[in-house]
């Protein structure tokens, strides 16, 4: 799968391009608007993650240009700009998503796959883990195909940890993702581990192997 | 008061007084000459009486030709050679008047008989007519100071006009609306001079708030791209598996503290925005609704710290804001309340009489509970910024409503009075 990363941030393109890669994604960089409206004509690509500030051009531009040209393309608007009228500029354009920086690239690999899968799989949103299986258009999810109960935040940590298996997460990028911004609080960690710790524990009880594994003094690492 | 009736009213009594001073000087010395006129002409009459009876002009001849009263007595020896002036009063009945008259008293001899004579003249008859010149000038004196006033206020209207059209572009002038005050035509030099200075620095303002502006909003931006660089250097870091325990609380370490500078400058923007007067179209905004969601949202913070939430919110507070703003201020005022809770503490939460509290549960406060507010005033206890209170007081204060806390009955007191404001612009 094919991903534009047009960023002007040279070294930031490449942490993000080094991380999605790890995820079977074919990543190209660009860093300026009109690279990307050259590489945009050459190849097909499933996701464009975009920079709204480039040096010779604006990123809604880029967004209004993909719409009239009918490029399929899903987007992601990664903006410094937190603001609400631009969000929602860049969203009435046509973008898919918005991600403020500083982002998590755990958090931007998450929301790549939840693209892709609103994107690409209509009527097919699965995402499959070994025994695990999670039905994101349904909201069930299944161990060995025995459905078992979580809890909204169980869930969001459960897609979470399988978008980014392999990786180890931290409590941070766990808090701004599942929590949404407010996670500074003084009992945010605990938090986390409270909720890892009952879906760990829903987890193994319908047998399903143990793949949540902390790592010491980071957060935790989904994984074999 | 306005300059053009100060002035006027200082003018009209000092004019005034000089005029009550002058009439009063000009009465009593008009009295004065007039008195000494009377005794001059006293003094001639005893000349001409003195001549005539030397000429041998009988003395009774005089009793009807000198003077308003004129007495002969005769008397033994002589006494008075040299006259004297005495003054009498003498009542009218009729006329219930006071007259003033000048009375010369001085001996004569004729015929070897001596005689006292006394000539009276009175004074009265040209009082009355210097009563009548005073109240001419007198009238004639406010009348000109009557039209001087009214002349005066026009002019003054006139010649002021640049000043309050001045005035009034000043008190419109906001430099949000990026509008330099343009300076009133005139040819007065020291307002030409006035008007060029303020327009000067109402463009000056403009610039020195425009490019504040884009400071902030360069910082945002050059700032938030290499703390996202940053922050992926140290997620590529810490997936590499060799990594020793201390390494990883290093970056880890690191990376709470990317975390906490880009919270600080999420916070400072939203301040500096809020300085800069930036958020336009208010909302009303549905407090009971919003503060359910917002609830929601951190149960799981309260639950973790036990803490017990009690409601009254029933009484329906409508208050116009910008949404995004209200959900801040809100989450703000929570979170404060749950970050310095107890563990199985309490939340209070009641709207009354258009005023939204919170309260909670927490330690003694150290400082003056009006510090709160204060930018990075944070017991440093934990990751909080200190930055949460002082942005719900510039909202607050943005849409001109009041906040107080305080400290009572051992509970933490956020108060939010919206029964003034609802700015709408």
Request: net charge neutral; hydrophobic share 40%.
């Given at each position: 799968?094919?991903i534009?990363?047009?960023e002007?941030?040279?070294d930031?393109?490449l942490e993000?391009?080094?991380y999605l890669?790890?995820f079977k ?6 860093n300026?608007?009109h ?5 945009l004509?050459?190849y ?7 920079d709204l500030k480039?040096p010779?051009g604006h990123?809604v531009?880029?967004?209004q240009?993909?719409k ?6 899903g ?5 410094a ?5 631009m969000?929602i500029k860049?969203l009435?354009a046509?973008a898919?998503d918005?991600?403020t ?9 998450a929301?790549v796959?939840?693209?892709?899968r ?12 070994h025994e695990i299986k999670v039905?994101t258009a ?6 060995s195909?025995?459905?078992?109960t979580?809890?909204?935040k169980?869930?969001e940590?459960?897609?979470?940890f399988?978008s980014?298996a392999?990786?180890?997460i931290t409590?941070?990028?766990i ?7 407010h ?5 945010s960690?605990?938090i ?7 879906l760990r524990?829903k987890?193994?009880?319908s047998?399903?192997k143990?793949y949540i594994?902390?790592v ?6 989904f994984?074999l | 008061m ?7 009213l200082?003018n ?5 007084c ?5 009439e009063s000087s ?10 000494k006129e009377?005794?001059e002409?006293?003094y001639l009459?005893?000349m ?5 009876l030397?000429?041998g002009v009988?003395?009774?001849?005089f009793k009807?030709n000198?003077?308003d009263v004129?007495?002969?007595t005769?008397i033994q020896t002589?006494?008075?050679?040299t006259?004297i002036?005495?003054?009498i009063?003498i009542?009218e009945k009729?006329e219930?008047?006071?007259f003033t ?6 001996d004569?001899t004729q015929?070897?008989?001596n005689?006292?004579v006394s000539?009276?003249?009175t ?5 009355g007519?210097?009563g009548s010149l005073s109240?001419?000038i007198f ?7 009557f ?5 005066n ?9 640049p000043?309050?059209q001045?005035?009034?572009d ?5 430099v ?8 009133p035509?005139?040819?007065?030099y ?8 303020i327009s000067?620095m109402?463009e000056?303002?403009i610039s020195d708030f425009?490019s504040v ?10 700032i938030?791209?290499p703390l996202a660089?940053?922050?992926?250097k140290?997620e ?8 020793s325990?201390e390494?990883?609380?290093l970056?880890?370490?690191?990376s709470?503290?990317v975390?906490k500078l880009?919270?600080?400058n ?5 301040l500096?925005?809020?300085d ?5 179209n208010p909302i009303?905004i549905?407090?009971?609704i919003?503060?359910e969601?917002?609830l ?6 309260i639950?973790k ?5 009690v409601?009254?919110?029933s009484?329906?507070?409508p208050?116009f804001?910008?949404?995004?703003l209200?959900?801040i ?8 309340a749950i970050q310095h809770?107890?563990?199985?503490g309490?939340?209070l939460i009641?709207?009354n009489n ?6 909670n549960?927490?330690?003694?406060p150290k400082?003056p ?9 944070s017991q440093n206890?934990n990751q ?5 209170l002082?942005?719900v007081?510039?909202i ?8 107080t806390?305080?400290?009572?009955n051992?509970?933490?007191?956020v108060?939010?009075d919206f ?7």
């Open positions: 799968m094919n534009l990363i047009v002007d941030e040279v930031l393109a993000i391009e080094n890669s790890d994604y074919n990543c190209k960089v660009v300026s608007y690279a990307a409206l050259t590489s004509n050459e097909e690509f499933a996701v464009l993650l975009l480039l010779d990123g531009d880029l967004i240009h993909i009239k040209k009918k490029i399929s393309s987007i992601i608007v990664l903006s700009v937190n603001e609400l009228d969000r860049a009435e046509g898919d918005f991600l920086k500083p982002f998590h690239l755990s958090e931007l690999n929301r796959k939840a693209l892709v609103r994107h690409y799989h209509q009527g097919d949103n699965v995402l499959e883990y039905d349904k909201l069930l999810v299944t161990v195909n025995n459905p078992i979580l809890t909204s169980e869930y940590l459960l897609l979470f399988i980014n392999g990786k180890v409590k941070e990028a808090g701004y993702t599942v929590w949404n911004y996670a500074d609080m003084d009992v960690n605990e986390i581990y409270t909720h890892v710790k009952n524990k987890l193994f009880v047998n399903s143990d594994k902390s010491y003094g980071i957060g935790y690492k994984d | 306005k300059f053009v009736y100060k002035n006027i200082i009209t009594i000092i004019s005034v000089v005029l009550l001073l002058g000009l009465y009593f010395f008009l009295k004065y000459k007039m008195e009377t005794v002409h006293l009459e005893r001409y009486m003195n001549n005539q030397k000429r009988n003395i009774d001849y009807h000198i003077g004129l007495e002969i005769p002589l006494q008075y050679k006259p002036i005495d003054e009063k009542e009729w219930e008047e006071e008259s000048k009375k010369i008293i001085f004569v015929n070897q008989k005689y006292r000539i009276t003249k004074i009265d008859e040209d009082e007519l210097m109240a001419i009238v004639s004196i406010f009348f000109m100071l039209i001087l006033v009214i002349v206020v026009f002019v003054y209207y006139k010649l002021f006009s000043i309050y001045l005035i009034k000043i008190k419109n002038f906001s949000h609306q990026l509008q330099k005050i343009s300076p035509k005139t040819n007065t020291e307002f030409a001079i006035l008007s060029e200075e000067k109402s000056k303002m425009t502006k884009e400071f902030t909003e360069n910082i945002t931006h050059e938030q791209t660089v940053i922050n992926s140290i590529r870091c810490l997936q590499d598996e060799n990594l325990n390494q990883a609380l970056l880890s370490e690191a709470k503290y975390n880009f919270n600080i999420k916070g400072l923007n939203l500096s925005k809020l800069n007067k930036q958020f336009n009303n549905n407090l009971s919003l503060i969601q917002r929601h949202y951190f149960s799981d913070f639950q710290k036990n803490i017990s939430v409601k009254d919110i009484e329906e507070i208050f804001m910008k949404e995004s209200s959900e201020l809100i989450d703000n005022v929570l979170k404060n809770n107890i563990q199985n309490q939340i009641t709207t258009g005023l939204f509290s919170v309260s549960t927490g330690i003694v400082d509970t009006e510090k709160y507010f204060e930018r990075f005033h206890q909080s910024l200190g930055l949460g002082s942005i007081k510039k607050v204060e943005y849409y001109d409503y009041s906040i806390y305080t400290y009572s051992e509970r933490h007191v108060a939010i029964n003034k404001g609802s700015k709408t612009t």
